[in-house]
C-alpha cells in the first residue's frame, strides 16, 4: 500500500496535463452531502483486507496481491495521462463543521477521480470475498454482509462528494476488467493441487 500510495500522491500533485472537470449527471444532484457516509468511506481499508486474510496460502495471497497491484496500477496510469478532478466547489456546505472532513481533504484532495479507484478496490474485493465465501461453505449472511457493505463504500464516494457517477462507473469497469482474469489465472490451493 505504502508504494501506491507514493504513486498515487506524486500522480496527484504533479499532473503532467491540465486536469479535467468531471462533469455532474443527474444522479450527482440526486445524491445528496451525508456526513455519515465518511465511515463506510474510511471503511475501505478494512475491507480490502478480508479477501486476502481469507486466503490458505501464501501464493495464493501472493498472487492476488500482483492482481491488486496491476488493477491500482493501471488507475495510476489512467491518472497521469488524463488526469481528472471533482468540480470545485462540489460540497455543497462548509467541511470544518464535520470532524474527519479537512483531514480527507488534506489527504484525499479532489484530484484522481476517474476511475475512482475506491471504487475499483472495493467492487474488486467483493468479488473475490464472495467468491471465497462460497468456497468455504459460508451461509448466507456473512455474503449478504458483504454485498451490503461494497454498496455503501460505492454509495459514500458520492455522498461525501469525493466523485460523481461517472468517476464510479468507470472504477467499476476498472475492477471487472481485473475481476474475471484474476479469478481465472489464479493457483489452486493446496488440497486442490494434491488432487
Given at each position: 500500500?505504502w508504494?501506491?500510495?507514493i504513486?498515487?500522491f506524486h500522480?496527484l500533485?504533479h499532473?503532467?496535463?491540465p486536469v479535467?472537470?468531471?462533469p455532474?449527471?443527474?444522479?450527482?444532484?440526486w445524491?445528496?452531502?451525508e456526513?455519515?457516509?465518511?465511515?463506510?468511506?474510511v471503511?475501505l481499508?478494512?475491507y480490502v483486507g478480508i479477501?486476502a486474510g481469507?486466503?490458505?496460502?501464501?501464493?495464493?495471497?501472493?498472487?492476488?496481491?500482483?492482481w491488486v497491484?496491476?488493477?491500482?496500477?493501471?488507475?495510476?496510469?489512467?491518472?497521469?495521462?488524463?488526469?481528472?478532478?471533482?468540480?470545485?466547489?462540489?460540497l455543497?456546505?462548509?467541511v470544518?463543521?464535520?470532524?474527519?472532513?479537512?483531514?480527507?481533504q488534506?489527504?484525499?484532495?479532489?484530484g484522481n477521480?476517474c476511475?475512482?479507484?475506491?471504487?475499483?478496490?472495493a467492487?474488486?474485493?467483493?468479488?473475490?470475498?464472495?467468491r471465497l465465501l462460497?468456497?468455504?461453505?459460508?451461509?448466507?449472511?456473512?455474503?449478504a454482509?458483504n454485498?451490503?457493505w461494497?454498496?455503501l463504500?460505492?454509495?459514500s464516494?458520492?455522498?461525501?462528494?469525493q466523485?460523481?457517477?461517472?468517476d464510479?462507473?468507470?472504477?467499476a469497469?476498472?475492477?471487472?476488467?481485473?475481476v474475471?482474469?484474476?479469478m481465472?489465472?489464479?493457483?489452486?490451493n493446496?488440497?486442490?493441487?494434491a488432487?
Amino acid at each position: 500500500m505504502w508504494v501506491f500510495f507514493i504513486g498515487y500522491f506524486h500522480v496527484l500533485r504533479h499532473p503532467v496535463r491540465p486536469v479535467t472537470e468531471m462533469p455532474l449527471t443527474p444522479l450527482d444532484q440526486w445524491v445528496t452531502f451525508e456526513p455519515l457516509a465518511l465511515v463506510a468511506y474510511v471503511s475501505l481499508w478494512v475491507y480490502v483486507g478480508i479477501p486476502a486474510g481469507l486466503l490458505p496460502s501464501l501464493r495464493q495471497l501472493v498472487v492476488y496481491g500482483l492482481w491488486v497491484g496491476a488493477l491500482c496500477t493501471t488507475g495510476l496510469v489512467v491518472f497521469y495521462a488524463f488526469p481528472t478532478a471533482v468540480p470545485q466547489p462540489f460540497l455543497p456546505v462548509d467541511v470544518a463543521l464535520y470532524p474527519g472532513f479537512a483531514l480527507l481533504q488534506g489527504v484525499d484532495a479532489a484530484g484522481n477521480a476517474c476511475p475512482s479507484l475506491h471504487v475499483a478496490t472495493a467492487l474488486f474485493s467483493a468479488c473475490w470475498l464472495d467468491r471465497l465465501l462460497r468456497q468455504y461453505a459460508a451461509p448466507w449472511q456473512p455474503r449478504a454482509l458483504n454485498a451490503l457493505w461494497v454498496v455503501l463504500i460505492i454509495y459514500s464516494t458520492m455522498a461525501i462528494k469525493q466523485h460523481v457517477a461517472l468517476d464510479v462507473a468507470g472504477g467499476a469497469l476498472l475492477a471487472l476488467l481485473f475481476v474475471w482474469p484474476s479469478m481465472r489465472w489464479f493457483p489452486a490451493n493446496d488440497e486442490e493441487a494434491a488432487r
